[in-house]
């Protein structure tokens, strides 16, 4: 695990779904962090010094003065930043496998379903200079198969992984955004719960409005 100390982590990211789950992270923990904004409509992304940190060119990574060793250490892609964070402060990401496995798995639909997807939706919906209906028709079909395994994991729990965790930090950022994804919440009763007791956490409401 990491030290946690008083110097604050550089935090390279905009503001969107990905950018925001960072610094929810951080003030969730209480960790010192930086804004370091990159600005992805001006293409700062393919910057020389933002590619030495984050090979993929995107948003967020983070740079920690006190990495392993009390060594810097630099982290991208949104999902292992937030597995870090949380080995290093011990907090949204438990300790024992099973409970673990459970965030694991739900982090990992994130990552590599819900916000692919809707990212997708939201491209082809509002983004794209020709509208292709039959993209918007798939996207749309799909965001909205994904939010009902969204309703049903959530039917009777409080969070994905029962207790409130990185799974839920990411799944949210994505999923505040609904009505940009053709996805009617008022539908979702579960879904909408969900999203409101996340907004009410003033650790969120720090992060969202930090970049």
């Known amino acids: 695990m990491a030290a946690v100390s008083g110097r604050p982590i550089d935090v390279h990211t905009w503001s969107t779904p990905n950018g925001w789950k960072i610094p929810i992270m951080l003030e969730e923990c209480a960790l010192p962090y930086r804004i370091v904004p990159v600005d992805i409509a001006k293409n700062e992304q393919f910057a020389a010094d933002f590619l030495a940190i984050s090979p993929n060119n995107k948003i967020p990574a983070i740079v920690d003065p006190d990495g392993p060793g009390g060594q810097p250490i630099s ?17 949204f990401y438990p300790t024992d496998e099973r409970a673990r496995v459970a965030v694991d798995e739900w982090l990992f639909w994130q990552v590599a379903g819900f916000g692919p997807m809707l990212g997708q939706t939201h491209h082809f919906k509002i983004y794209a200079p ?20 969204l309703e049903r994991r959530l039917e009777g729990r409080a969070y994905l992984a029962n207790e409130y965790s990185v799974a839920d930090i990411a799944t949210f950022t994505w999923a505040k955004l609904n009505f940009k994804q053709g996805v009617d919440i008022n539908t979702l009763p579960n879904v909408a719960r969900w999203l409101e007791s996340i907004l009410a956490r003033p650790a969120v409401q720090r992060g969202l409005a930090a970049i």
């Open 130 to 149: 020709e509208k292709v209906p039959y993209a918007i028709d798939r996207f749309t079909a799909e965001a909205k198969r994904l939010y009902g395994v």
């Open 75 to 91: 982290v991208f892609e949104s999902g292992a930043i937030l597995q870090y964070l949380g080995r290093k402060t011990g907090q």
